[in-house]
T-cell receptor, first 114, second 113 residues
Framework: AQSVAQPEDQVNVAEGNPLTVKCTYS??????LFWYVQYPNRGLQFLLK??????LVKGSYGFEAEFNKSQTSFHLKKPSALVSDSALYFC????????????FGKGTRLSVIA | DTAVSQTPKYLVTQMGNDKSIKCEQN?????MYWYKQDSKKFLKIMFS???????INETVPNRFSPKSPDKAHLNLHINSLELGDSAVYFC????????????FGEGSRLTVL
């Protein structure tokens, strides 16, 4: 069975500083990995994904994530945080076969302080 | 030109009532999902339909009955509502076989009193 762990409930960072939101995953085959962001009272918005190829993927709003197969991790990063990045971030994984559903982590609340 | 639209956005009702939430996508996708987000923001898959056929049913009580009249629509009917059904329900869709992401609706917040 596939699963995702986001070890931090909350990440606080000062505006302008780099941010990292951690994610580790478990799947039996090769993973498809995703990051989504959720603003208050809104649906989930796609940020970026890893399917294959380059381990560093770049996404929306200046976010990037690094796939590390040996550590089964897919941490989300941004070089310089903005107050507007404050939101709930979800990591998700699914196996690269058939109609397996996307399984989400419990979410990490990012708070960027001015 | 909303990609995945859900109605209603808010629903407040009494225990024991029956209610429905509708979802429509105009992205040409053939797989649709219902996810439940509880008060702690956990997101859990409930159902998945592919071309109107149920393919995933994640041990959801049979008070919940999804229906897909065509591949662009997936509705959720809930009978005999309970307090624990209070949550935000998200519809999502994607193209089968694609490596692409899920597209989510804005959610339907159900409050059972």
């Amino acid at each position: 069975a596939q699963s995702v762990a986001q070890p931090e409930d909350q990440v606080n960072v000062a505006e302008g500083n780099p941010l990292t939101v951690k994610c580790t995953y478990s799947v039996s085959g090769n993973p498809y990995l995703f990051w989504y962001v959720q603003y208050p009272n809104r649906g989930l918005q796609f940020l970026l994904k890893y399917i294959t190829g380059d381990n560093l993927v770049k996404g929306s709003y200046g976010f990037e994530a690094e796939f590390n197969k040996s550590q089964t991790s897919f941490h989300l990063k941004k070089p310089s945080a903005l107050v507007s990045d404050s939101a709930l971030y979800f990591c998700a994984v699914r196996e690269n076969s058939g109609n397996t559903p996307l399984v989400f982590g419990k979410g990490t609340r990012l708070s960027v302080i001015a | 030109d909303t990609a995945v639209s859900q109605t209603p956005k808010y629903l407040v009702t009494q225990m024991g009532n029956d209610k429905s939430i509708k979802c429509e996508q105009n992205l040409g996708h053939d797989t649709m999902y219902w996810y439940k987000q509880d008060s702690k923001k956990f997101l859990k898959i409930m159902f998945s339909y592919n071309n109107k056929e149920l393919i995933i049913n994640e041990t959801v009580p049979n008070r919940f009955s999804p229906k897909s009249p065509d591949k662009a629509h997936l509705n959720l009917h809930i009978n005999s509502l309970e307090l624990g059904d209070s949550a935000v329900y998200f519809c999502a869709s994607r193209l089968t076989g694609d490596t692409g992401e899920l597209f989510f609706g804005e959610g339907s917040r159900l409050t059972v009193l």
